[in-house]
């Protein structure tokens, strides 16, 4: 099949080029802070109309770590505001506010209701929500909500003892495509950007690669390492706390997200979730990880509690069976105390080897994050900030508002429903009409039509190389219950 040749070209080529260019800026880890990165340099680059040679190298495919797998919120974080951490909800407000700019395909405004059980929590959490509301721009503000209206809402919701709720907003982002649109714009800005690629053993001027797919290696040149591996950064190592998540069935009745402080003061969220909007995502928990980076599963206390939470909020959840679960690592600054209250602070230093390493932090803040390391990591091109101002492959509030509404009309031509194209618009931006160009005349690879072509799109044009990739990466559809998918051969 012909559909093949693209993807071969473009994983090639840049292995091609890692083997035989040398490098300014090499950066390892293809999760969203490497990928954050690796835009950034690229954008700047173009800006100052100065050569700068990027690379990034991955060794699994592009967001298969904790990016692709979190609990997919721009959020301020109410718990960061618990206790105290002012500095990082406020900066992770304005950075929601420049993501739902510059990615407004990917990353939404969400609704949350807060139940609340007494006046006593009632005047604590609208003290608090006043002052999450200073810090917001651009989403409606926190109201109360009277409790005949949340049970009219949600009357599938438990909890006894709610005498009302707070309705406040954040955003929800689907991560996955949110790391690719990153290492796509650097791509297309010139850096290279391969996955499948792990980085060994470095010395100061090169970085011993192995190719994982075809097992062959070779050392590429590099000026400037960036570690962005995250979990697996060694020497120093991040604390690691593990987080997992149940995907159920639809329990949501509204299109709201549910946020409840168990009685330990630990926030859950159950958001209405998955492609089709069909699911309920409920997570997460936070549990010192004490094995390798590599090995990351939910337990069966996780399960055992999120079960027992989801029972308290939805009670009708006790009688259903989770679809799927997924787990990931945290990987936070090294601090005492618990799991829960650890900083999500993040660092930014040049290691004693020269090597640039970013550590901690959220996705929310990746794109500030990644402005700071490519400050330090090419101070000759200035203090160029471009990023919070070009959106992310053209993907504008306007140019996204147009494609929507020539819907009709883009769909037809595709012989696609109107609804399927807008989902396609949701999901790839700018790109929808070249993936709906993938979409065959009927469903393969144990798909539905429109599946396939993305499918056949991943394979093409995003170095998807095994089922996996498509599912968690691609797509969300594995991490909500699709095991099994029929992957092209060769
Ligand atoms: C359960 C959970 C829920 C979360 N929910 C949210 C949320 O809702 N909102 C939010 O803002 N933040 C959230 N976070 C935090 C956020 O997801 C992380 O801070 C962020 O994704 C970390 O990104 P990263 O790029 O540093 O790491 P990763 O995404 O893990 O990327 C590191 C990459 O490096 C690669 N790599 C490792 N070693 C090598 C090597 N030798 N060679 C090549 N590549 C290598 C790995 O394969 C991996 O892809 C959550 C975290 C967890 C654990």
Not at 34 to 47: F, H, N, S, T
Not at 72 to 93: C, M, N, P, S, W
Not at 263 to 274: E, K
């Amino acid at each position: 099949m012909n559909f093949y040749d693209g993807r071969l070209t473009t994983r090639e080529t840049a292995i091609g080029r890692l083997r035989s260019e040398g490098f300014d800026v090499l950066i390892i880890g293809g999760g969203i802070n490497g990928a954050g990165v690796a835009r950034d340099l690229a954008l700047r680059a173009k800006v100052a109309n100065r050569p700068l040679k990027i690379a990034l190298v991955e060794k699994k495919h592009f967001s298969s770590g904790t990016s692709g797998k979190n609990s997919h919120l721009i959020h301020g974080g109410l718990r960061y505001l618990k206790q105290f951490d002012f500095h990082l909800v406020r900066e992770a407000l304005e950075e929601r506010a420049t993501l739902l700019k510059i990615a407004p395909h990917l990353v939404t405004p969400l609704a949350f209701l807060l139940p609340l059980e007494g006046v006593f929590r009632e005047v604590y959490y609208n003290v608090g929500l006043i002052a999450y509301d200073r810090f917001s721009r651009g989403l409606p503000r926190h109201r109360r909500v009277p409790l005949a209206q949340v049970r009219e809402m949600e009357p599938g919701l438990g909890l006894p003892k709610m005498t009302a709720a707070a309705e406040y907003y954040d955003a929800e982002v689907r991560s996955a495509r949110l790391v690719l649109e990153n290492i796509f714009e650097a791509q297309s800005n010139g850096a290279v950007c391969a996955n499948y690629i792990a980085a060994g053993r470095r010395t100061r001027a090169s970085v011993e690669l192995h190719d994982l797919i075809a097992k062959e290696s070779f050392a590429a040149r590099a000026k400037l390492i960036v570690d962005a591996t995250g979990p697996w950064a060694h020497d120093p190592s991040p604390r690691l706390v593990r987080g997992s998540h149940l995907v159920l069935p639809r329990l949501n009745a509204s299109d709201h997200a549910i946020a409840y402080f168990d009685q330990q003061g630990r926030i859950l969220f159950f958001i209405p979730w998955g492609e089709r909007g069909d699911r309920t995502l409920i997570g997460t928990t936070d549990i010192d990880h004490a094995g390798s980076a590599d090995d990351v599963h939910i337990s069966n206390d996780e399960i055992h509690y999120l079960r027992e939470m989801a029972g308290r909020v939805f009670p009708s959840s006790a009688a259903i069976e989770p679809l799927a679960a997924f787990s990931s690592l945290r990987p936070l600054l090294v601090t005492g105390g618990s799991a829960t209250r650890a900083t999500r602070e993040h660092r930014i230093f040049f290691d004693s080897e020269g090597v640039l390493r970013i550590t901690g932090g959220k996705f929310t803040t990746y794109r500030a994050m990644s402005e700071e390391a490519a400050n330090l990591a090419a101070p000759e091109l200035g203090d160029i900030r471009v990023t919070a101002e070009t959106p992310l492959n053209g993907n504008s509030i306007e140019a996204i508002d147009d494609l929507r509404a020539e819907g009709p009309r883009l769909a037809a031509k595709f012989s696609l429903e109107t609804a399927e194209f807008v989902f396609l618009v949701n999901q790839y931006g700018v790109r929808a009409p070249a993936v709906a160009g993938c979409v065959p005349e009927t469903g393969e690879f144990g798909l539905s039509r429109v599946d396939a072509g993305r499918l056949r799109y991943a394979v093409k044009y995003e170095m998807a190389r095994f089922p996996a990739d498509f599912l968690e990466v691609s797509t969300t559809l594995g991490l909500e219950g699709l095991s099994k998918i029929d992957f092209p051969d060769e």
